[in-house]
């Protein structure tokens, strides 16, 4: 099974689609099919631009995709959740044994809480999902609503992921309105996850850097 037949497939929309309107009503930020597709892609772009073979990329899609599912069940331990899920539905296709597995153990282990990097695969999810970070991914309200994961991305004006040429380094460089979100409270929400990239780098032979107006902070 491909990547494309991934995102086609309804029934694995409909479960991203209850787990985005779960998070919803528990208001969290965008989980919906925008920050699946973005996710997907960055992942499979790493690994492309570090070297990985077509096969690996196309692993690292459909993981990408795939990899919050479980919030249909439950947020609490949705990795978990989500690679129990993914192994029923991808059960049902064509995919190799092997490959199925790669996938359920990156959804598995791309939750900071619970989670490692385990091969290159989990290693680029974790990145893609860690740093797409942005202000649409704020849902509609008033500000004064806003809890401290709004605030944190409703504060990012700029977000860019950067692979250097030689492949020495993976940078997220962002820009962000201090008067909206403090360096303290990003750092509160962000510092466990920017942790997990930072190993997840070391899996995929490279190093993860990350700068905030300009100031390096990792």
């Not at 309200?141 to 950067?162: C, F, G, M, P, W």
């Not at 995929?204 to 390096?216: D, E, I, P, Q, S």
Request: include cysteine; aromatic fraction near 6%.
């Amino acid at each position: 099974m491909k990547y494309q037949e991934i995102v086609n497939n309804k029934e694995i929309n409909a479960y991203l689609k209850k787990g985005d309107a779960n998070l919803g009503t528990m208001g969290f930020t965008d989980h919906s099919k925008a920050h699946c597709i973005q996710v997907s892609h960055r992942a499979g772009k790493i690994l492309e631009k570090l070297g990985y073979s077509k096969h690996d990329v196309e692993l690292a899609k459909i993981a990408g995709y795939m990899h919050d599912i479980g919030n249909a069940i439950n947020r609490t331990h949705h990795a978990e959740y989500g690679a129990l899920l993914a192994n029923d539905l991808l059960k049902e296709t064509n995919m190799p044994m092997e490959d199925r597995i790669t996938i359920v153990s990156a959804i598995g282990n791309h939750d900071e809480s619970t989670g490692n990097p385990e091969d290159v695969v989990s290693a680029a999810l974790i990145i893609a999902d860690k740093t797409d970070v942005r202000r649409s991914r704020v849902r509609q309200k008033e500000q004064s609503a806003y809890d401290i994961h709004d605030r944190v991305n409703y504060a990012v004006t700029d977000a860019k992921l950067k692979i250097a040429e030689d492949r020495s380094v993976i940078a997220l460089n962002l820009q962000i309105d201090e008067k909206i979100c403090s360096m303290y409270d990003y750092f509160e929400i962000f510092l466990g996850r920017m942790m997990l990239c930072r190993k997840s780098a070391e899996i995929l032979g490279t190093t993860f850097k990350l700068t905030v107006n300009g100031r390096k902070v990792l």
